[in-house]
């Protein structure tokens, strides 16, 4: 696979990846270093509970990317904040010469737990993360994206956001929010050469590593989870994020090793009207009857991708 594109447009768009040191980051941000694009590695190099900064991670993944030809700078700015926001998208302009007009969210920590058993920093470390940081840097480039009439921005979210996942209420959550921010941020952009999506991810990372094969059916995904790697999604990544992409907006797509998926979004499926009233009686003996075997099943993403990734046989060198 290529990331070659125009590269002397490519030179005056430069480009946001939080979470850019490790995993699916990372892949994002080798490709469009590849393609040309001054890129920011935005990493604060924390554990995967949120704990334990360290600058390493992101000055590894801008040096690989100058190593390769491109042009990167690392930087460690917890950007869940709108001052530190606006302070890291002032600094990428002030490197690049060009403002920041893509931007891929692949931020976030996990601290798994029981809705009533996270505590209150897992809540807010989570939420803060994942949500925040894209809410933030979202606010913070908007302007310039509707100014100069062309952005990407991809959001990484989760099959656990749209269809949940037990003892990951805080995850999921926050990743059902970037949901509601693509759709929203799509729509506010809409007129323009703006794409905004959400991408279900599956790949082997630090997070998947750390699930623990609690029961059959985990055990059974773990053991071919390594077939779908962050590489895989390389080639999507950056395609979202050119000119080839323009119209695909507001999306859920899914990727999955060599799987590419168009996820279904949220539409009434059917409608009952009673012109008297909806009263108790009614929704039991009418509605229920009417509507129960169109009643979605509490499947978790384990149930939906239960079958292993089919894997991509030549990987791609970014």
């Not at 979470?19 to 590849?34: D, E, F, Q, S």
Request: glycine share 10%; net charge negative; charged share 20%.
């Amino acid at each position: 696979m290529s990331f070659e594109q125009d590269r002397s447009v490519n030179r005056e768009r430069s480009a946001i990846v939080s979470g850019g040191a490790r995993g699916l980051g990372r892949a994002a941000a080798l490709a469009l270093g590849a393609a040309g694009h001054p890129v920011c590695v935005n990493d604060t190099g924390v554990d995967l509970a949120g704990r334990a900064p360290d600058p390493a991670p992101a000055a590894a993944a801008a040096s690989e990317i100058v190593a390769r030809g491109g042009r990167a700078m690392a930087s460690t700015v917890d950007a869940r904040t709108s001052g530190a926001a606006r302070r890291l998208v002032a600094d990428v302009e002030g490197w690049a010469g060009a403002p920041a007009t893509i931007f891929v969210h692949a931020a976030g920590t996990l601290r798994d737990g029981m809705v009533h058993k996270a505590s209150d920093e897992d809540w807010a470390e989570v939420l803060g993360s994942h949500l925040s940081v894209a809410v933030e840097l979202t606010r913070a480039l908007s302007g310039t994206i509707r100014a100069r009439r062309f952005g990407r921005i991809v959001y990484l979210g989760g099959a656990a956001g749209l269809v949940g996942s037990v003892g990951q209420a805080g995850y999921a959550v926050a990743k059902a929010a970037l949901f509601g921010l693509t759709r929203a941020v799509a729509l506010e952009m809409a007129g323009r050469d703006v794409c905004v999506n959400y991408l279900v991810p599956f790949a082997f990372t630090r997070m998947t590593e750390s699930i623990p094969p609690v029961t059959d059916q985990l055990a059974a995904y773990l053991r071919t989870a390594a077939l779908a790697r962050p590489d895989d999604l390389a080639a999507l990544l950056c395609w979202l994020c050119s000119d080839a992409a323009a119209g695909v907006t507001g999306q859920v797509l899914g990727a999955r090793g060599a799987e590419l998926a168009l996820w279904s979004q949220p539409r009434p499926h059917r409608s009952l009207i009673d012109e008297q009233g909806w009263c108790a009686d009614a929704l039991s003996e009418t509605a229920l009857p009417a509507l129960e075997p169109l009643l979605v099943p509490l499947e978790s993403e384990f149930d939906l991708f239960a079958a292993p990734p089919v894997a991509v046989m030549q990987r791609s060198t970014i």
